[in-house]
C-alpha cells in the first residue's frame, strides 16, 4: 500500500516509557511507522529516530502504522535474542483496548479463525481456512456506546493486523481502520482505534516480570 500524505507526528521524537542498560520501551504514536518503509519519504519511523540515539538498537516486535501504544526493544545483541524467544514462545502478555462498530450480543469471547496474506490486495490479510495459519484473540467489552463498542483485546497469537481482521470477521470492525473499516465505521474516527495498552514480559537479563501501561488516548 502507498502511505499518501505521510505526515508522522513530530513531538515527542521519542516517548520513552523505560530505559536500562539492556531494553527501552516506547508508546509509539498513531500515524508513525515502526520501521521505514521503502521510499525515501517513508524514511522516517520509530527505528530510525531511536537508531540515532542507541545505533545498536533491536528491533524485536512491531506494530502497524496507525496503531499505538508499547513496545519494547533491545540495546544489546544477546538480549534481542531472549526477548524475541519470549514473543515466540507467548510468554508474554499483550493488551489492546480498541473501539469497534455495532454491538456484539455477547460480552466477551474468542475469536478462532486462521489468517493468511491476501496477495492481490497486500497488506491486507484475510481469513483462510485451508491455507491460513492459527490465530486466536480473546476479546471483552468494557463499554457498550451509542454505536460502537469500546473492547479489551488479548492476542493469543501475533499474527500481521490479527486484531483488525478478528473484529472484522465478528462484524464489527475497529473505528476509523483505513484497510478494513467499511464506510460509517471508518468515518466514525481520525484514526484507527486500536491501542496496545498493557504489556508485560520477563526482563532479559535479570528474570523479573515487568509489566507496563499506556493510557488509551481515545
Not at 520501551?25 to 529516530?49: C, E, W
Not at 499505538?68 to 533491545?74: D, E, F, H, I
Not at 483488525?164 to 476509523?176: N, S
Request: net charge positive.
Amino acid at each position: 500500500m502507498v502511505l499518501l500524505n505521510y505526515n508522522p507526528p513530530q513531538s515527542p521524537q521519542l516517548d520513552v516509557v523505560f530505559r536500562d542498560n539492556h531494553i527501552v520501551v516506547f508508546n509509539k504514536p498513531s500515524g508513525l511507522l515502526t520501521v521505514p518503509g521503502k521510499q525515501a519519504i517513508h524514511k522516517d519511523s520509530l527505528a530510525v529516530r531511536a537508531a540515532r540515539v542507541w545505533p545498536n538498537i533491536g528491533v524485536v516486535h512491531r506494530l502497524d502504522m496507525a496503531t499505538s501504544g508499547l513496545l519494547v526493544w533491545a540495546l544489546e545483541k544477546k538480549v534481542h535474542g531472549k526477548l524475541a524467544q519470549q514473543f515466540e514462545k507467548r510468554t508474554t502478555s499483550k493488551e489492546y483496548i480498541a473501539r469497534i462498530f455495532g454491538h456484539p450480543v455477547a460480552d466477551s469471547g474468542v475469536v478462532d479463525l486462521p489468517l493468511i496474506c491476501d496477495w492481490p490486495n497486500r497488506p491486507k490479510q484475510k481469513v483462510d481456512h485451508l491455507s491460513g495459519k492459527s490465530s486466536q484473540t480473546f476479546w471483552q467489552v468494557i463499554q457498550r456506546e451509542a454505536c460502537a463498542t469500546r473492547v479489551r483485546l488479548h492476542p493469543i497469537t501475533g499474527r500481521s493486523h490479527q486484531l483488525r481482521v478478528h473484529m472484522l470477521a465478528m462484524g464489527h470492525p475497529i473505528l476509523g481502520d483505513r484497510l478494513y473499516a467499511n464506510e460509517q465505521a471508518l468515518a466514525m474516527a481520525i484514526r484507527l482505534q486500536l491501542h496496545a495498552h498493557k504489556l508485560s514480559f520477563n526482563h532479559p537479563v535479570d528474570g523479573r516480570r515487568l509489566q507496563f501501561e499506556s493510557p488509551c488516548p481515545f
